[in-house]
Structures are given as structure tokens and as C-alpha cells.
């Protein structure tokens, strides 16, 4: 059997591959990172690409050591002679805030607004919208503490999901306090839990020790119900005086903006460098277990990474997530391009002439040449099929004449154009789409 793909990761795809779904489209995964790219930086954020491994160490101390990520879902990178301490990201945020510290992008006006989109690796169980290798489109600002950043990220998350045509999606908005609150809260918890240690699965047991707040989240139905008959206080009953006060300075913005999201006192997240703010991305027909995206604020990540007191905020989407939920709505892409002209031989003596004119087009406009001569019929077949605007003939006459044949095909209009006018011209006509040859 020919050799496979690991399990969880996936292939995007070109247009045209059999049985292309909006999930492994190629197209639709470019679509999205350009509609982030294009509504993202005109919010005034910079593209940045930071390495796709990283010492363990900074992981470790980014993403916490009681997370699952860390405990359970790290990719080592071993290579030969090496002593093992580089994993694949799980995620961009760590090596993001790295690469501003080391970089000194301190120096830059701040708030510095940054973006990214990568592969992410995590070694989960394999399910429906769990991969091992996903791909992030990630925002993050850092230098500002302000509420308005919060609510401005919150508002850039939901206007790249609405520019792609989604509908369905909620944000669902909490805190998780400041660190002193985090400590009361977690000493509740323990509290609450110590007695019904025997109820507790042995994964929240665990948690119980090292981060009694992931007990939360946890997917097992015994744990939940629990939670439940135990009425559990939320986060947001333990906020703090300061934290409180920037929890309703975020939602003051967001309500003057009209940005609909709910409070969700259950919001924990699953990764330990969040402070305050936090929220998450969902969608109404992908159920409440895979969120489309998730972030917060950070304002103690970058002294845990051994740099200055730095505040901070970001917050990321799955790609092949969203991907999923744009499918689950129906939702198509914009028409692909074809090329601008295709230029066809009528003989093999002439290919290599089309190649060079189309060659010469290139730096103006996308052209593309047939590889082989072609008849009158087939080569306008061919530029149909390829959605070429135009398509160009070059045979003994033409070549003499140092001319194309060129037919525009919405219209069926032709006529002769010399070489040399032919960028000129496909232009001009080009820039009026309504007119045709004449
Ligand atoms: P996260 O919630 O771990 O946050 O991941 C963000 C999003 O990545 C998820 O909502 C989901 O769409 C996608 N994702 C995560 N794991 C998988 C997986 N195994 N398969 C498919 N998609 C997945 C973070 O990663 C933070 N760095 C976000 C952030 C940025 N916070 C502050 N700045």
C-alpha cells in the first residue's frame, strides 16, 4: 500500500482534486488567512514568523506545567547528537512573546499589534476537529493594559469570522482574575472537592493538586455532575476589585460597539498564562467541546519568560475549524481566478514562441501557454476550461507578422494584436471587464 499521511493531519488541496471538501480546500485555507491578513492589518498589526520548534523550557514555562498540553501533548524534536529539549509549538503565543523580547521589539511604538498563521502541533486523541497538526491564524498585542485593547482584539476576532460569511458564531466572555484571585479561587475549589475525592475522575484528581481549576473543564460526565450537584461558585464570583473593574470596562466597550457575546462564568481555558479577560469563539452546530477560537489576556508571560513585566492579550482560531464551520453553513468561496490570456501553438514549431510571450506577460498579469500545439477549437476550449479572459492564437501567419490572434471569451470578439501591444492592451481591456476587443 503506497505510504499515508500521519494520523491527525491533514492535506489542503488544490482546486479540482477529487472530492474536495471546504475542510482540505487549499483555496479555502488561503482564503482565510488573506481575509485575516487584509482585516487585521488594517487593525494596524504586523505579519510576524516565528520558528516552528522551541526549547521545551519555554513551553513549559508559557503554556504552564499542569496543562495537558504540556504534560501530554508535546511533539519532542530529537535530531542527531542533540540533547532533546526543542519541542513543535503548541501553540504561537510562547514563541511569540519570545521573539519580541529577544528582538527588542520593546523598542517599537507601542501597543505593538502582531499576527501570524502556522501550523500547530499537539499529539491529542484524534477525533473530529482534534488534529495533531492544525494551523492557527494568531493576533496579539503587547504593551497595553488598557481595556479598550481587550475589546478591540475581541472585535478584530469577530470581524475576520463575519468578513469569511459566518454567522452561527458566539463569543462567550469571562476573566479568570488576577494571580492573587486565581489562589483564593483555587483554595474553593480544593475545598469544595477534598471530601468527594472518591467521585473525582483520576485525571481531576490529579488536577486537584496541580491546577484545581482545569477540574472545570474536565470531559468526564461523573466530574460534570459533580460540578453540578455541588453548584460550584465560578471564577467570576472570586474577581478581585481591579479585575472586576477591567472585566466591566471590557464589556462597556464591547456594548457600545454593539458586540453581541454572552458571559460565561465557566470559561477556564487551557492554558495557565491567562489573566483576566478571556474568552472563547463558538459556533451554534459544532456543540459547545470544540470552540473555533479562544483568547486572553497575559500580562505575566513575559516575566515568567525571563523578560521585563510586559502586559499582553492575543488570542487564536483553528484554521481547519473554521474551515469546518464554513462548511457546516454552506458557505462557498469567492470564484477562482483563471488566467488573464491563454496562449495556444497551432504547431509544434510555434509552442516555444507562445511560451515566451505569455513568459513576458507575467510580470503584469497572470498568463498561461499550452504545452503542446492545439487547433482553433481545442485551444478555446482550453482557455474556457481554465477561465482564461482571453485567449491568444499563434500560428505561421501570426508568427510572421509578429502578431496574436486573441479572442476575448465572454464575447466572442477577435481580433489581431501585435506582440508588443499586447501587455498594453490585455490591461486596458482588462481594467473595463464590461468591454471587449473593440
Ligand atoms: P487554544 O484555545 O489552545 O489557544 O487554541 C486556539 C484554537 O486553536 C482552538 O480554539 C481551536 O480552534 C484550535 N485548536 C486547538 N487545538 C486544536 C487541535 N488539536 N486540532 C484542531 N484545532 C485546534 C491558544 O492556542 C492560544 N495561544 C490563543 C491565544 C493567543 N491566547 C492569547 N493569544
Do not use: C
Amino acid at each position: 500500500m503506497a505510504l499515508q499521511r500521519p494520523k491527525g493531519t491533514k492535506d489542503h488541496l488544490p482546486d479540482g482534486s477529487p472530492q474536495l471538501k471546504l475542510d482540505v480546500s487549499a483555496r479555502a485555507f488561503q482564503h482565510v488567512t488573506d481575509t485575516a491578513a487584509r482585516v487585521l492589518e488594517r487593525g494596524g498589526a504586523a505579519f510576524i514568523a516565528t520558528p516552528l520548534f522551541e526549547e521545551a523550557e519555554l513551553v513549559k514555562r508559557g503554556v504552564g506545567g499542569s496543562t495537558d498540553i504540556v504534560r501530554k501533548e508535546m511533539f519532542t524534536v530529537f535530531y542527531f547528537g542533540d540533547h532533546g529539549g526543542y519541542v513543535l509549538r503548541p501553540e504561537g503565543t510562547a514563541g511569540l512573546v519570545r521573539a519580541y523580547l529577544e528582538n527588542g521589539l520593546k523598542q517599537l511604538p507601542a501597543p505593538l499589534k502582531l499576527w501570524t498563521h502556522g501550523p500547530m502541533f499537539r499529539a491529542e486523541n484524534v477525533q473530529k476537529g482534534r488534529l495533531r497538526q492544525f494551523h492557527q491564524v494568531d493576533y496579539e498585542v503587547l504593551g497595553s493594559a488598557d481595556p479598550l485593547i481587550d475589546a478591540e482584539a475581541i472585535w478584530l476576532m469577530v470581524q475576520v469570522v463575519q468578513a469569511l460569511g459566518l454567522t452561527g458564531v458566539q463569543v462567550k466572555l469571562g476573566s479568570i482574575g488576577d494571580p492573587e484571585d486565581r489562589d483564593t479561587y483555587n483554595a474553593y475549589l480544593r475545598q469544595t472537592f477534598t471530601p468527594h475525592l472518591e467521585r473525582l475522575s483520576d485525571d481531576s484528581r490529579d488536577r486537584l493538586e496541580r491546577n484545581p481549576m482545569r477540574i472545570l473543564d474536565s470531559k468526564s460526565a461523573g466530574d460534570q455532575a459533580l460540578i453540578a450537584e455541588l453548584s460550584v461558585k465560578p471564577m467570576l464570583d472570586f474577581l478581585g476589585a481591579e479585575a472586576r473593574a477591567h472585566f466591566e470596562a471590557v464589556r462597556g466597550h464591547l456594548d457600545s460597539w454593539k458586540v453581541a457575546y454572552v458571559v460565561d462564568p465557566s470559561i477556564v481555558r487551557g492554558l495557565d498564562y491567562y489573566r483576566r479577560t478571556a474568552w472563547e469563539l463558538h459556533h451554534a452546530q459544532i456543540g459547545a467541546k470544540s470552540a473555533l477560537g479562544g483568547g486572553g489576556r497575559y500580562d505575566g508571560l513575559a516575566k515568567e519568560l525571563g523578560g521585563p513585566e510586559t502586559p499582553g492579550i492575543g488570542w487564536a482560531f483553528g484554521i481547519e475549524r473554521i474551515l469546518g464551520a464554513m462548511e457546516q453553513e454552506g458557505l462557498g468561496l469567492p470564484a477562482a481566478e483563471g488566467p488573464a490570456v491563454y496562449i495556444a501553438a497551432l504547431d509544434a514549431e510555434h509552442v516555444p514562441l507562445a511560451a515566451w510571450v505569455a513568459l513576458g506577460l507575467r510580470s503584469e498579469m497572470r498568463a498561461d501557454f499550452g504545452y503542446k500545439p492545439q487547433k482553433p477549437g481545442n485551444a478555446f476550449r482550453e482557455g474556457e476550461r481554465r477561465g482564461a479572459t482571453f485567449t491568444a492564437l499563434i500560428g505561421s501567419d501570426e508568427a510572421a507578422a509578429g502578431t496574436v490572434a486573441l479572442k476575448h471569451m465572454a464575447s466572442g470578439e477577435q481580433r489581431s494584436v501585435p506582440v508588443g501591444e499586447l501587455s498594453g492592451f490585455l490591461l486596458e481591456r482588462l481594467s473595463d471587464s464590461q468591454s471587449g476587443i473593440s
